[in-house]
Structure formats: C-alpha cells, structure tokens
C-alpha cells in the first residue's frame, strides 16, 4: 500500500516534484527610456511598503519552508490499497459475476438477501422481545436495569405513603441483558455511607447455603441487579420471574456474590423484596443471537459487494436497527415506545451519513477490491463502535466531569486516550499531506476548534462531545484509502451509530443541572443544634431524641425535612410554628440514622450527611456537607 506514483502513460517522463517557491519565470523584455515613451514629468518611483522588512529573515526562511511542507508534494499521490493475495480476496466477487453474470440477476439475488436478512432478524427479536406468560402469575413487565421500588431522599412521601405497597404483593418482572455494568454515577446514601460507581444492590442472602427464602434486599435497591446478585437471573441473556415485596426487615448483609459485591445496612427499612423460588421463567434477551444473524449477513454482504453505494446504505440501516433494538435499547418498558424512538432517530442520522458518504465514505471505498480486508477493518472497527455499551463504555470515564475523573483509573484511562489520539492524528495529518489536502484540513479543524472554543466561552452552559459528534467531527480526516482510515472511519461510523440509536441527537450544550443529574445541587444545609437524648433508664419507657432548630428560615425556604433511616419521618413549614423534632426508637439494638433538609414549597434542597444515634444511645454529628 502507498501513494500512486506509476507512470499513467508508457514511456512518459517522470514527474518531476518541486516546491511552489523555488519556481521562476523568465521573460525578456525591451527597456525604453522615459522620455521616449511619455511627455509627461518624470517622478522617481518609491519603494512599496511590505510589512515583512520588519520580520527577520530567519523567520520568514521558516515560514516558506513550513508552508511548503504542509503542502505536501506536487503533484500529489493518492493513497491506493493493494490488497494482500489479491486472487483470495476478489474470489467472492469472482464467483458472484460467473453465477449471476448480468446485472438484474445480481439485483434479485441482492432484493432476496435483503428478506432473508429482515425474516430471520424479526423473527429472532420477536421471540426476545415477547415473553409467554409465567404459569399461575401472568405476563412479565418489563422493566429497566435501573428500576427501584424506592425513591431517593423524600420521593416516596411521608413515612414511604407514596411507596406502598410494603409487603403481600407480588410482580412479574422482566430484566434486559448486561445489567450487571449498570452503576451509580453520583453518590447514594445509605445510613452514613455514600456508595458510588458500583451496583446499587443493598442486602443479599442471610444464611450460609444462600436460599432464596432467607435473601432480601432494600426496596431501593436495582431489582435486576439484585435478581443477578441472588443468581435469580443470567446476566448475559437476562430472564423473568416473580418477586415478593417482604415489608420491613433489618441488618441487610454486605454479600459478594455472581461478580457483585452488595452494600451492607445494619438498621431497618419498611420495605424489602425477595424473589420467589420456582417462578424463574426461561424467557431470555436474545441479544447474542441477534448479533449472531447481523453479524453474518453484513460479513457476507461487505464479502460480496464492492460497489460503496450499495455496501454503505445496507450496512448502516442493519447496524442502526441492530443498536436499536437489540444490543443497546433505549431503557423503556414499552418495546413499541423503542421501535417507535428508533424510527424517529433514524430519518435525521440517515441524513448525517449522506453526507459522510458523499464526503468520506465514496472517497475511500470506491474502487477498493481488497474484500477481506476492508470487512475485518471498515466492518470490523464499525461493529466495534457500535457495540461501545460492550467496548469503550467498559473505560473508566462517563461524563468527562471534575466529578467522575474521581473515580478509579479515571485520570490515567484519560492519560491513554488522549495520548492515542494524538499518535493517530499525527498520522493521519501525515497521510492527508501526501495527497495535498492538508490546508485545506486545517482550516477545516480550525473552524471547528473556533467553533467549540466559542461554546466553551457561552456562561452557564456546558460543552458535552457525544459519541455522535465526535464521530462526525473526525470522519473527515479518514477520507482517503489507506489501511488505517478504513479502521478509524469504521470504528467513528460505529460510534455514531451507537449514539444516535442509544441516545439521540443530544444537545453539544448543557446546563450544570442536566450533568449533575441526582447529584447534590450545593444548596444551603440546615444549621441543626445537639439533640436533646432521653434514656429513660428505669422507667420502661421507650428512648426517644429530641432536634431544634430555629426561625426564620434562610430566604427562599419555608420548610424543614427529616429523613430517619432514609425514609422521610417528619415535615414542617414555618408557618406551623414547630420548631422541634422528638424521635421515638423503633428498634433496640440497632443504630438509626438522621438527615435533615431544606423544603421549599414541593421542592427541597439537599440533605445533609448522616448523624447517627448509635445503639446504645450516644449520638455522633454529621460530617460536613451535603449527602
């Protein structure tokens, strides 16, 4: 493989390669005296103003020298593969013209492959998407990796009436596959501890067989992932069964188990669900078998084709779909709410890649016979990206926020991809110049960084580059016909393709509170003096605490929120006057935990962190800061 430098006409003479600068032309030419050609005065001619008598020679050496450099060499040579055994790699397309030689036989047999495709892709995701129904419960619900029973802080209402019911009910469920990578993003409270990045999964098996009867969980704990943590259901195909919500339970285990490691809890919660033995159903997402089939027929397809406008079209509509549907869906109990979404995306990502292709794709494909390698580079690389919730998601970084580069590996993962990036651009700026595109790519890329520094400068707003606009933003620079951009343009057609489907054209600018999510928004935490601790030693009376705080409220407050034990226990505006809290303990023996917040109107602002009022009746202050 390499730039094209044959003779295109036999016997001709080489090119000859040179510099724009070092070229001159010469002509002759006839002085005649002025005089002679002009009555008019004679006025001496001035020396024309150039601003660069004031640049140093050595400079200016430099400059020309760099400008001629990012040039490349005249005249160009366009990159060209030749393919490695080229006899094995055209056999497909051999085969293909001495079977169906003319041109509506190939036609037929293309209209024919594209049915089977679209049968045996229906008829697999159907039977994945539509379960039977389970014997003596009915029909799962689908629900999503990240469905809870409970809310955070006071979603659930007072004293969790928003949240019933506790115990003596029952419900099918339905989990997707590969909700075993699903974790927290922002801190969650449990008591005084605060779990990130991991599965929220509270509680596990209490008896060293580890039954099913004798394992429960937190009501607000992920119920898929808790269902594979009890090894109810198969992380990579995900299944049905039925759950039983079991009320209130105590001393929630911290259990290693099935590749999840759960939070332990040492005090009570109103609600908790166990999951019934002998209801596990034998529905499965069939997400690998559908990669199965969509992988075969877009192999055989790049195999076969060689023409871009046919290969490109088909290969993104089967991967878009794929994604959409299969792979990665969007989280929605409602499969014909997914179908309808994957619809509705696919019309404006469909106008995205006419352009690619017109632009990039066409550019480096056409004319391209090495077919084995383009389907293990181009096709390969775009399988790649578009399974990114298996590949680059895996990768230590969900946001590229302060926050999240707190998380382990974060900062040296960063290190790696920034370092990577640079190595290829510097390639591929190298391979553009040899064409003689490079200024016409930088001012391209120049546009483009002026652009984003200009989002970057807007107030109160931030720059987010998804996975669809880093595709599109760095497509360009693969378009030419060398083993490298046949990866690289793949694997960014890939990654494209993920985020639209996954995700939607999300916007490049968003405000601090679409990034913070469930985060802590900052807000002012009460000021709550030392509670007022009653033992009542001898008098078999139950021990009960006793918090004060004091009025006015801050501006913009008009209320105050307790939360014991993670559940909302009491709330009061200032107009009611109280201005006190008395706690009476429910459990002995355990300790129980106390947050406290800010209500303003049906808002709240965030709670603080946990007091704890310990066992045996000693009181601990929380840490500073929000939970």
Same mark, same amino acid.
């Given at each position: ?431 553009? !110049? #040899? ?6 790519? %930088?001012? +391209?890329? =120049? ?6 520094? *200009? @989002? ?7 720059? !987010? #580059? ?6 599109? %933003?760095? +497509?360009? =620079? ?6 490298? *951009? @046949? ?141």
């Amino acid at each position: 493989m390499g730039p094209r430098d044959d003779l295109d006409d036999e016997g001709a003479p080489p090119q000859v390669y040179h510099d724009d600068d070092t070229t001159s032309v010469h002509s002759d030419g006839i002085l005649i005296n002025g005089s002679e050609a002009s009555d008019e005065e004679y006025y001496a001619s001035q020396e024309p103003y150039y601003a660069n008598k004031y640049i140093p020679p050595r400079l200016q050496r430099i400059w020309r020298a760099t400008v001629v450099w990012v040039k490349g060499p005249q005249p160009p040579r366009p990159w060209k593969i030749r393919p490695f055994f080229p006899s094995v790699q055209h056999a497909p397309v051999q085969f293909l013209n001495n079977y169906f030689p003319k041109r509506r036989h190939k036609v037929i047999l293309l209209l024919f492959f594209y049915l089977c495709w679209f049968l045996s892709f229906a008829l697999v995701l159907h039977r994945s998407a539509f379960a039977a129904d389970i014997p003596g419960h009915g029909p799962p619900v689908r629900i999503r990796c990240t469905d809870r029973f409970w809310s955070d802080g006071n979603g659930c209402g007072l004293n969790g009436e928003l949240c019933r019911p506790f115990e003596n009910a029952t419900m099918t469920f339905r989990c997707p596959a590969n909700c075993k990578r699903v974790h927290l993003v922002n801190p969650h409270a449990v008591g005084d501890q605060a779990p990130n990045y991991r599965p929220l999964v509270i509680g596990g098996p209490i008896d060293e067989e580890e039954t099913l009867e004798n394992t429960y969980y937190r009501a607000d704990s992920f119920i898929c992932g808790a269902a594979i943590h009890a090894g109810f259901i198969n992380d990579a195909s995900g299944g049905c069964g039925v759950l039983s919500l079991v009320g209130e339970k105590s001393n929630y285990p911290e259990v290693n188990k099935n590749h999840i490691k759960s939070i332990g809890f040492d005090s009570y919660f109103p609600k908790s669900f166990s999951f019934l033995e002998g209801t596990k159903s034998r529905c499965r997402d069939l997400r690998w078998p559908l990669l199965a089939v969509s992988l075969t027929f877009t192999i055989l397809l790049s195999l076969f084709t060689t023409s871009p406008a046919v290969f490109f079209p088909s290969v993104f509509f089967g991967i878009f779909f794929h994604v959409a549907l299969a792979s990665d869906p969007p989280n929605l109990t409602d499969y014909y709410a997914i179908v309808s979404i994957a619809l509705g995306r696919f019309l404006p990502a469909g106008f995205c890649m006419f352009a690619v292709y017109k632009y990039c794709v066409k550019r480096q494909l056409q004319g391209l016979h090495a077919q084995i390698e383009k389907t293990i580079l181009w096709l390969g690389g775009c399988w790649v990206g578009a399974l990114n919730n298996y590949t680059f998601d895996r990768i230590p970084i969900e946001r590229l926020t302060p926050h999240d580069l707190k998380q382990p590996g974060a900062i040296p993962a960063l290190i790696i991809i920034v370092i990577i990036l640079f190595c290829i651009a510097l390639g591929q700026a190298w391979a553009i !110049r #040899i064409e003689g595109r490079l200024p016409r790519y %930088l001012v +391209v890329y =120049g546009i483009f960084v002026i652009v984003l520094l *200009s @989002l970057v400068a807007i107030p109160r707003m931030n720059v !987010r #580059i998804h996975h669809y606009i880093l595709g599109l %933003l760095l +497509v360009p =620079g693969t378009a030419m016909q060398n083993r490298p *951009s @046949l990866l690289f343009q793949g694997l960014l057609i890939g990654l494209f393709i993920n985020g639209i489907a996954r995700w939607g054209f999300d916007s490049i600018l968003q405000t601090p509170a679409e990034l913070r999510g469930d985060a802590p928004t900052e807000s002012l935490l009460p000021a709550i003096a030392a509670p007022i601790i009653h033992l009542n030693h001898g008098l078999h009376l139950p021990l009960n605490i006793t918090f004060e705080w004091h009025y006015p409220f801050p501006s913009f407050y008009d209320g105050i929120s307790v939360l014991v034990n993670d559940v909302e226990r009491f709330k009061s505006f200032e107009d009611s006057g109280k201005e006190s809290f008395t706690w009476v303990r429910h459990h002995e023996g355990v300790p129980e935990y106390f947050r406290f917040a800010y209500l303003a109107g049906t808002g709240r602002g965030d709670y603080t962190k946990a007091g704890v009022w310990g066992s045996e009746g000693g009181w601990t202050d929380p840490e500073p800061g929000p939970s």
